[in-house]
């Protein structure tokens, strides 16, 4: 697993792109961008560009965080 570079959310830029997401979440750029595109996640589409509102992604991860079971 890649380790994400940034330390916590107030690093972050008001929007983010596919491979900024794929950074933050550890995770391969594919893998990014191929979340950006699942139903339920926070995409705001301008014309073809498709950015993640940081406020909203936060949510996300928090909404869909789970206790890391034994």
């Known amino acids: 697993m890649k380790v994400s570079q940034f330390k916590d959310y107030s690093e ?24 950006m595109h699942e139903p339920g996640f926070p995409v705001l589409k301008i014309g073809n560009r498709m950015v993640v509102p940081k406020e909203k992604f936060i949510q996300w991860v928090e909404q869909n965080t789970t206790g890391g079971g034994n």
């Open 12 to 35: 972050l830029p008001l929007f983010l792109n596919a491979e900024l997401v794929a950074k933050v979440l550890g995770v391969s750029p594919s893998s990014g961008y191929e979340l």
